[in-house]
């Protein structure tokens, strides 16, 4: 906060934040009809949360090769369709199983 201009900034970045969530409120008025522009914006969150989400997993782990095993096992339990929290816990296992075995070879 020694910064003279970070209630600026703060203000700056709250006006930003509260025009993106409601300008599209004012903006559109009636329902949205177009299939192509439904299913685009049905699949944004998917595509946001993966972009955010998937460089991080191979960054948050001591070794690449662990983040793998992380993600093969993550994509294996959410392929047979289990939940998150089974899914989480399996990759995180993976990771800590993985790291151990490379401990001893690498």
Known sequence: MNNPNFYLYLLVMTGV?????MLPL???????ENRFLVSFLYYIPYAVLSAMTIPACFYATGHML?????VAVALFLALRGKKLLPVAVGATVGVFLAEVVMRFFL
């Open 66 to 70: 662990s983040a793998l095993c992380g």
């Open 17 to 21: 934040t509260y025009l993106v969530r």
């Open 26 to 32: 004012v903006l559109v008025k009636r329902k949205i």
